[in-house]
């Protein structure tokens, strides 16, 4: 799924090499990923490619349950999911 990036388990990493310090530790982090789904979605609307909008559905599969415990970091997952879940928007020309 689109890369070094994706995580096995579901959504993407936060690096791509490890490092040192806490650079070592790849993590799958709710906020990111959230921004990722967003990003992805709106590539697939721009594009026409449905492999961007199942990177999206990639990066928000790898979290479920209570997201109580983000606080506000939880917002962008929130509003990644509320995109997925809405039909995209087509332009058409005026006639």
Known sequence: MLGA???PGGGFYDIRQKGVAHLRFPLTLLAENGIAAR????????????????AALWA????????????????????????????????????
């Open 60 to 95: 928000l599969g790898a979290f479920t349950g209570d997201f109580t415990p983000y606080g506000v970091y939880a917002s962008a997952y929130g509003c990644a999911l509320g995109a997925y879940m809405s039909l995209p928007i087509q332009v058409a020309p005026l006639r």
């Open 39 to 54: 990003f992805f979605l709106r590539l697939a609307d721009a594009a026409g490619e449905r492999k961007y909008r199942q």
């Open 5 to 7: 990036q994706a995580n």
